[in-house]
């Protein structure tokens, strides 16, 4: 079994910045890509960031230049810095990780979410 514990949503009025971090642990022998997304009430989950093991990045269209994913590997460890945030931004983020448990299984694991909402 593969956790995922996400921290640092909250409320932020526009112009802000926050930072999510996700952090993995379990059986876990290698981690592949970790990643963000995010839902908005009665639509589909999206994609924000990933971060593969090698360091490649892909970002949403609507997040690029603002939004800054990272990776810690030792501490199996993904951080989402969010600048310049923007009422749309509103939705519950989601952490996903996806890696081997061990030689013989996968895992894509997804965290409880955590609400950002971008308000004055």
């Known amino acids: 079994q593969v956790r995922l514990v996400e921290s640092g949503g909250g409320l932020v009025q526009p112009g802000g910045s926050l930072r999510l971090s996700c952090v993995a642990s379990g059986s876990i022998l290698s981690i592949n890509v970790m990643g963000w997304y995010r839902q908005e009430p009665e639509k589909q989950r999206e994609l924000v960031a990933q971060i593969t093991s090698g360091g490649s990045t892909n970002y949403a269209d609507s997040v690029k230049g603002r939004f800054t994913i990272s990776r810690d590997s030792a501490k199996n460890t993904v951080l989402l810095q969010m600048n310049s945030l923007k009422p749309e931004d509103t939705a519950v983020y989601y952490c996903?990780?996806?890696?081997?448990?061990?030689?013989?299984?996968?895992?894509?694991?997804w965290g409880q979410g955590t609400q950002v909402t971008v308000s004055s």
């Open positions: 996903n990780v996806a890696g081997r448990r061990n030689v013989w299984a996968n895992f894509n694991s």
